[in-house]
């Protein structure tokens, strides 16, 4: 079993629409972070969180730590923002490690 | 802004050629890491380096992986007798302390033939 499980893998979706990528996690953590991977394959870092909620321009992330389990909302979506997005962990107790634990990503289609 | 680089972006190798893949950390930073990535599978981890030494390493990396970090500025990866299946997208990432995020390279697309 996955560690670190997202849904859903792929998603279509039209541009204005807003979009919820959820993740779920069965590890105890210190971090969550939410990635953005183009096709050229670079992997961008969106937001790292350990409580709460955070918001980037029309991305927001939230955690709720008690149930493992984290969303990634985009509002007023638009092509641009086609790409893999992929939820990754920092496990607790890493010590000078802090290795990241990633889902399989899931690939977000925004048609205009 | 500061980045990751890694060189070179593309290598093609034959199967049984040692490769060494470059990186260069943000400049400040003091842990580093190596992720690999199969083509169309998840990212997955391979190694972190701090304080001159390997602090964990995953089954993935074995005997034929070994990393370095030179001089001060590069960290390197090197594969001795490379094989089909380590042909992915190798991924250099560095951080400054142990609550920071890290910070992605763009990644070498390593193919094996």
């Known amino acids: 079993k996955n560690e670190v499980e997202q849904s859903p893998q792929n998603l279509t979706a039209q541009e204005g629409e807003f979009i919820t990528i959820n993740c779920s996690y069965s590890?105890?953590?210190?971090?969550l972070h939410w990635l953005q991977q183009h096709p050229g394959g670079g992997i961008v870092s969106l937001f790292m969180?350990?409580?709460g909620k955070k918001k980037h321009g029309r991305l927001i992330a939230t955690i709720n730590i008690q149930e493992k389990h984290s969303s990634l909302h985009i509002t007023a979506s638009h092509p641009r923002d086609s790409a893999v997005y992929i939820c990754?962990?920092?496990?607790?107790?890493?010590?000078?490690?802090?290795?990241?634990?990633f889902g399989t990503g899931t690939l977000l289609a925004v048609q205009p | 802004e500061p980045e990751v680089t890694q060189t070179p972006s593309h290598q093609v190798t034959q199967m049984g050629q040692e490769v060494i893949l470059r990186c260069v950390p943000i400049?400040?930073?003091?842990?580093f890491y190596w992720y690999r990535q199969i083509l169309g599978q998840k990212v997955e981890f391979l190694v972190s380096?701090?304080?001159?030494?390997?602090?964990?390493k995953s089954e993935i990396f074995d005997d034929q992986f070994s990393v370095e970090r030179p001089d001060g500025s590069n960290f390197t990866l090197k594969i001795r007798s490379t094989k089909l299946e380590d042909s992915a997208m190798y991924f250099c990432?560095?951080?400054?302390?142990?609550?920071?995020?890290?910070?992605f390279g763009p990644g070498t697309r390593l193919t094996v033939l």
């Open positions: 990432a560095s951080r400054t302390d142990s609550y920071n995020e890290q910070f």
């Open positions: 590890v105890g953590i210190s971090a």
């Open positions: 969180l350990s409580s």
């Open positions: 990754a962990v920092r496990s607790k107790g890493g010590g000078a490690t802090n290795k990241l634990i």
């Open positions: 400049s400040n930073h003091l842990y």
């Open positions: 380096f701090y304080n001159n030494e390997i602090s964990e």
